[in-house]
């Protein structure tokens, strides 16, 4: 393989976003890039390619780490990670905060709040979650079929590629911690709106131990992604057994161009969560409040960044009463705006199309201002368009039964009200294709080792192993 490297050159005027490769900090500007949302440039090293890879006939550093050290050193990563004067953390936040659209202080809440997945006990309960036996991970399991037969069966560590999103520091930690547990060699491609935290959380593990068998498996860089010159050379079998994407349609369609046989994809693709409000939200003052409270504490989640962030909410009522929900739900998520710190205004195609909106008296009606303070917009259809960046869209319904057909494959949660009719709607809803039913305003926080994307992702990201030893 060979280096690759932009033929652009850097300025002064842009930040600096090092590498980590193989439990090395690789520092250099001989690439400039520019982040998605804002258009900043920043600086990274070269790529070279040989040493993002770790080779196919090394054993993984951590197969033999047995799964209790690892998780051992995952927790104390996370409380180096939430100490507020961890170096690397503060530098990370400080680079970001000019290449993310989030302000600093929400990206500094993200990224100590997902340092709590760093917990003995939530690490454990995944694992166990996952797997059925979790000793797989440790050792070949024994079996023995009706015949006689006997084998052993091994969760063998896999090769990944990760390809994160850019709207989550979260998810690094998350991801990190995932491919330590499955004592994968791990690749982190970053994004352009998040290129530090990634390099941080790696950065403090080196600290705490430089030669710890987690920090020689991890490696991250940045890529344009797309960039055939790094992808047709590392999307390959004989590198990786899998690549875990993030993001949004085009990231996984451009990798799904590279799979073939031997390299699968394990896709967290793009979703979009709801809300569904039953008539029983309109029985009183007090319960209607409720439900616009709930309904709005969904919606802003992550600031609406997050996929479990509602964007529709689907009410089974007259037009007067969506109305009179409207006017509640607005009013808290103009005060959960104001509180997050997080002014943007809307983009301008979003500001265009919601102010073209609320000249249509008859089939819409428009709550607030595009200016980052909220909005809700009432329809009696959903918009063709999506909303974010504290934007909701209240659709009138007749019948929750109506709103199950605007479900689909790309449906992951529906916060549902009120509580006792979900157990009626649950089937229907996965039939359409939702992942994950929840009580209204409580699409943030999930149990803990459930399915994510309709799926069990340790499970899916180990190499099964099985060794045949013939009828004993």
Request: charged share 25%; hydrophobic share 40%.
């Amino acid at each position: 393989m060979s280096t690759m490297e932009s033929t652009t050159v850097a300025t002064d005027h842009t930040v600096s976003a090092p590498f980590f490769l193989r439990g090395e900090l690789v520092e250099g500007a001989e690439a400039t890039h520019r982040s998605r949302d804002l258009g900043v440039r920043f600086t990274t090293p070269r790529l070279d390619l040989d040493r993002a890879v770790y080779p196919r006939h090394e054993v993984p550093p951590l197969l033999n780490v047995p799964l209790t050290e690892i998780i051992d050193f995952l927790v104390e990563t996370g409380v180096r990670l939430r100490d507020p004067d961890n170096p690397f953390v503060v530098d990370c936040i400080d680079r970001m905060s000019s290449t993310h659209v989030l302000p600093r202080a929400v990206l500094a809440r993200q990224v100590s709040g997902a340092a709590e997945y760093l917990d003995r006990r939530m690490l454990m309960a995944t694992v166990e979650q996952n797997f059925p036996d979790p000793r797989a991970l440790d050792e070949w399991i024994p079996k023995r079929d009706f015949t006689g037969r006997r084998s052993f069966v091994r969760a063998f560590a896999p090769r990944l590629v990760h390809v994160l999103p850019g709207n989550s520091p979260g998810v690094a930690v998350k991801s990190i911690a995932q491919g330590a547990m499955v004592k994968a060699v791990n690749l982190f491609k970053m994004s352009s709106s998040d290129p530090f935290t990634t390099v941080a959380i790696l950065r403090t593990m080196a600290d705490i131990d430089p030669q710890h068998p987690i920090v020689a498996s991890m490696s991250a860089a940045y890529w344009r992604g797309g960039d055939e010159t790094v992808e047709r050379v590392l999307y390959r079998p004989q590198y990786f057994d899998k690549i875990v994407a993030w993001g949004g349609g085009d990231a996984i369609d451009n990798v799904i161009r590279y799979l073939g046989p031997g390299l699968q994809l394990v896709s967290f693709d793009p979703k979009t969560s709801i809300s569904m409000v039953g008539r029983e939200a309109f029985d009183t003052d007090q319960t209607l409040r409720t439900a616009a409270e709930l309904a709005a504490d969904d919606v802003m989640v992550l600031n609406q960044e997050a996929c479990v962030a509602s964007r529709f909410v689907f009410v089974e009522a007259d037009t007067d009463a969506a109305d009179r929900f409207c006017e509640l739900l607005h009013a808290r998520i103009v005060a959960l705006a104001a509180a997050s710190g997080d002014i943007r205004p809307l983009a301008a195609d979003l500001r265009e199309q919601i102010d073209t909106l609320a000249m249509l008296d008859d089939e819409f009606r428009v709550w607030g201002h595009t200016d980052g303070s909220g909005v809700v917009i009432r329809s009696d259809e959903p918009v063709d368009f999506h909303p974010i960046t504290k934007t909701a869209n209240v659709v009138r319904v007749e019948s929750l039964e109506a709103a199950t057909r605007y479900v689909n494959v790309a449906t992951q949660t529906v916060g549902f009200y009120p509580f006792d009719r979900m157990d009626a709607y649950r089937d229907q809803l996965a039939s359409g294709g939702a992942q994950r039913i929840v009580h209204l305003g409580e699409a943030g926080p999930s149990t803990i080792g459930n399915p994510h994307d309709a799926m069990y992702p340790l499970h899916r990201f180990v190499h099964w192993m099985v060794h045949e030893d013939g009828a004993q």
